[in-house]
């Protein structure tokens, strides 16, 4: 200690590190966080009992600090809470929106892609809603590699991925009022599928619906896509993830992950609210044929 320090200075600064204890020891418990910082705080203390008051002060002052800010951040109990999905159920949007994801615009080419045309104001905000939350959905369900997902502005059935290194995934979300077609068509054969590097699978989603999902190859060379169809009420579902063609890359998913996105609780909730407030015109040709 320096000989310069008197008694009663040092009689002082151990009556600040005492007052400084006492208020640190009145905070709330941290809960999981506790034992550790307890722990670490007693090396800190064998280490540090020479200390000065005003290095006293400042560790203090930061435990103090760091209290406050977990306090801000946790629950009412003091626990940190978990952090949320990006992608918020159907309730919990209502709550918490997600953020907008300004929508691609594509000229249309012919009137077959005004599908909005004629359409009230209230009905075309509709349906730009429906596809604000299939977007969330879909960019929560679908592998990371698919990019980004924003809705497409020409028709409310397309969404587009965006990766980061450039990459471009059309996106096709269609729920569509049946002419009463049957459930999709079975697996062609292996061996029509292996000329084209395709497979086929079949599997039931909740509700006991039937689903096939195909990977075929596409006219752009060395591609593929990935597509699942299934009846759904009084509706033709089908989810289509394409290739980048200028890319030349596939579809970055799989039959077993797409059908995986197509039966998740939040995936089946659009899909009927779609059936039960159709976003599409009636088709005019069998989905599947």
């Known amino acids: 200690m320096n000989d310069n320090i008197t008694d009663e200075d040092h009689r002082s600064t151990l009556l600040v590190r005492d007052a400084m204890e006492s ?19 007693r090396r800190r203390k064998a280490r540090a009992r020479l200390a000065a008051v005003a290095g006293i002060a400042c560790v203090a002052g930061a435990v103090v600090l ?36 300004t929508p691609v615009h594509i000229d249309p080419t012919s009137d077959d892609e005004r599908p909005t045309a004629g359409l009230s104001s209230t009905e075309r905000a509709r349906r730009a809603q429906f596809q604000q939350q299939a977007a969330a959905v879909l960019d929560k369900l679908l592998p ?4 980004l997902i924003r809705p497409v502005d020409i028709d409310v059935s397309r969404y587009q991925g965006g990766t980061t290194d450039g990459k471009v995934f059309t996106v096709v979300f269609s729920v569509q009022p049946s002419t009463g077609s049957p459930d999709p068509k079975p697996c062609p054969p292996a061996a029509a599928l292996a000329g084209k590097g395709g497979t086929c699978e079949q599997t039931t989603l909740p509700g006991g619906i039937k689903a096939t999902s195909l990977r075929v190859a ?21 989810v289509s993830i394409e290739p980048d063609v200028h890319a030349k890359a596939s579809a970055p998913v799989t039959s077993k ?21 159709p976003v599409e015109k009636k088709q005019t040709t069998v989905v599947g044929g």
Do not use: I, M, N, W
Not at 23 to 41: M, S, T
Not at 72 to 99: I, R
Not at 257 to 277: N, P, T
């Open 218 to 238: 596409t006219d752009s060379p060395e591609t593929t896509s990935t597509d699942v169809r299934f009846r759904y009420g009084h509706s033709d579902v089908r």
């Open 257 to 277: 992950e797409l059908l995986a996105a197509v039966g998740d609780s939040r995936f089946l909730e659009l899909v009927r609210y779609a059936d039960q407030h």
């Open 144 to 147: 990371d590699a698919v990019g």
């Open 23 to 41: 208020v640190v020891a009145q905070l709330p418990p941290l809960h999981d966080l506790a034992p550790a910082a307890l722990a670490q705080g």
């Open 66 to 101: 760091g209290s406050l800010t977990l306090s801000a951040g946790g629950g009412a109990d003091g626990t940190v809470s978990p952090a949320t999905s990006g992608t918020p159920s159907p309730h919990e949007s209502v709550k918490e929106p997600e953020p907008y994801r």
